[in-house]
């Protein structure tokens, strides 16, 4: 089939990589988010996607809306047979849903109807979910809403973030999609409806949706840092300057709380942080006290610093007796 691949982030790569090498599909044009300014510098750079497809050769289509005039007249003139989606990062209109002959079809992270939008790696993170999955699924204008031609599952490892996971669900869902494409055009597919029942939202992680709360148990810190990694991070204030928080662990010592049964390391208050002393396991190590439990921290970067170990960052700070994060 003639394909227009839709997608922007590095998590799409394997994805485009499987069909550019697919003897039966041929990918005739890529359509991706317009180049952006990152970092402090607020440099341009172009999208991962579109990188790889301009290293191959392929038609790179850049609409600031995939609405506008211009784009929709130049996919009509392409005439794909289907435009496989793989984490685009903007709403299709009817416009452009009708142009190819077996519409569009999505690469979605999650085993719908479960965490339909735009961050379900990180939801089913934050909701402590054992597995997860991808389903590819045809767009229709509702979000998430398609019915599905294919799924997959896969655990959830205890130290996962959110990167490593999608990582494993991109690898594992281009040759999903791979699959589908090739059965849609062997005649051999038909979508599902969607079950009604095991709706829910994974909405856009903000960088006030991930700041810490240390009032809550060590297992939603956890959860929380990991579901934040690599972006947006997880973040606190400690001497009222901002620091991000790597991923976390809780402390798994004997006992139900953190340092229970140390007389010379009572139990931490929520947000005090703390390095363990003695020569035993965790010793050394920077500690943090949450609503019940305490993690032990393992990166952290500083406001206008690079990361650096938990420790290297307590030696540098010295903290005092009673000191909390915010």
């Known amino acids: 089939m003639r394909l227009v691949f839709a997608g922007t982030p590095t998590a799409a790569l394997p994805s485009l990589r499987r069909l550019l090498d697919s003897p039966r599909h041929e990918v005739v044009a890529v359509v991706t ?27 790179v289509l850049t609409p600031d809306r995939p ?50 939008g735009a961050a379900p790696v990180q939801h089913a993170l934050l909701a402590g979910d054992e597995v997860t999955g991808a389903s590819v699924f045809r767009i229709e204008e509702g979000l998430d ?36 494409l090739d059965g849609i055009e062997d005649a051999m597919l038909e979508a599902c409806p969607q079950p009604s029942d095991g709706v829910s939202l994974a909405p856009k992680l903000t960088v006030a949706d991930v700041r810490v709360d240390w009032s809550v148990p060590a297992y939603g810190v956890d ?22 928080i790597g991923p976390v662990r809780p402390w798994t010592a004997s006992g139900d709380s953190a340092i229970a049964g140390d007389p010379e390391f009572p139990p931490l208050a929520p947000g005090q942080v703390a390095v363990l002393p003695g020569a035993g396991a965790g010793a050394g190590e920077v500690a943090a006290g949450t609503g019940g439990g305490v993690v032990l921290l393992g ?17 540098g700070a010295r903290l005092t007796d009673g000191e909390r994060f915010a």
Do not use: Q
Request: positive net charge; charged residues 25%; contains cysteine.
């Open 299 to 315: 990166e952290v970067r500083p406001e206008g610093r690079p990361p650096m170990a938990a420790a290297a960052w307590a030696r």
């Open 223 to 244: 959860r929380l840092v990991r579901a934040a990694t690599p972006a947006p991070g997880a973040w606190t204030t400690f001497r009222d300057h901002r620091i991000k």
């Open 145 to 180: 809403t398609g019915p599905v031609y294919g799924t997959l599952t896969e655990p959830v490892g205890a130290r996962d973030t959110a990167g490593d996971l999608l990582d494993r669900l991109a690898d594992a869902g281009a040759g999903l999609l791979l699959a589908v």
């Open 67 to 116: 609405r506008d005039p211009e784009f929709l007249a130049r996919l009509a003139e392409i005439a794909p047979d289907c435009c496989p989606v793989v984490a685009y990062g903007a709403l299709l209109p009817r416009a452009a849903l009708d142009i190819p002959k077996h519409g569009w079809v999505n690469l979605h992270f999650s085993v719908l109807p479960a965490w339909r």
């Open 33 to 59: 988010r317009p180049d952006r300014p990152v970092g402090r510098g607020r440099r341009v750079i172009h999208p991962p996607v579109r990188v790889l497809a301009e290293d191959a050769g392929v038609e």
